[in-house]
């Protein structure tokens, strides 16, 4: 199975900075990568498909980059709403594998 | 507006199977084509792919739960349905379903997810 390997584990930020999170695959995976948001007690909801093609209704200070193995989701100016745990998914081989989760909290 | 409605048992016996279901509105499990997917959490953990039922019907399960996992589809209910053989206390978490499909541009997501359901398993 490809392995996700997400970092950092968790973060500290202030409300406006700009965050960045990386996932690195185990092998060449493509754009085939997807972002996913959990705030507590919630279901994951759907940010970014295909490495960087926002899902409909997200906020554009979201964005993902990245292609092989190599992955970013960035939110260029945090609101309070954004801190959540984001994980990323790896669609391009099956057993399907998640990233093991960053948590982002308020400094 | 498509929404995805789970339910299940809250508590299952050790070496007991394990059902959980996900009820479809605004859509057709048969349409898409999706992929319906399974996705468990253990309390306080990251999120694992159990697998999905297409549709079509056709089945891919994660081979670490590959023996002991069954998925269905119930078109005259409009649900899929979870079964998971000989559970063991590591068996428990949230269950949650979501709708898998590709996007016009390439690519997939799931972009629809229930709400979840814990099951716990203990004697």
């Known amino acids: 199975a490809i392995q996700m390997t997400q970092s950092p584990s968790s973060l500290s930020a202030f409300v406006g900075d700009r965050v960045t999170i990386t996932c690195r695959a185990s092998?060449?995976?493509?754009?085939?990568l997807g972002w996913y948001q959990q705030k507590p007690g919630k279901a994951p909801k759907l940010l970014i498909y295909?490495?960087?093609y926002l899902q409909s209704g997200v906020p554009s200070r979201f964005s993902g980059s990245g292609s092989g193995t190599d992955f970013t989701l960035t939110i260029s100016s945090l609101q309070p709403e954004d801190f959540a745990t984001y994980y990323c998914l790896q669609d391009s081989n099956y057993p399907q594998t998640f990233g093991q989760g960053t948590k982002v909290e308020i400094k | 507006q498509v929404q995805l409605q789970e339910s299940g048992p809250g508590l299952v016996k050790p070496s007991e199977t394990l059902s959980v279901t996900c009820a479809v509105s605004g859509d057709s499990v048969t349409g898409g084509p999706y992929y319906w997917t399974w996705i468990r959490q253990p309390p306080g953990k990251g999120l694992e792919w159990i697998g999905y039922i297409h549709s079509s019907g056709g089945t891919n399960y994660n081979p670490s739960l590959e023996s002991r996992v069954v998925m269905s589809l119930d078109t005259s209910r409009n649900q899929v349905s979870l079964q998971l053989k000989s559970v063991t206390a590591a068996d428990t978490a949230v269950y949650y379903c979501?709708?898998?499909?590709?996007?016009?541009?390439?690519?997939?997501?799931?972009?629809?997810w229930g709400q979840g359901t814990m099951v716990a398993v203990s004697s």
């Open positions: 295909a490495a960087s």
């Open positions: 979501a709708r898998r499909r590709l996007w016009v541009t390439g690519g997939y997501g799931m972009d629809v």
């Open positions: 092998q060449d995976i493509g754009d085939e």
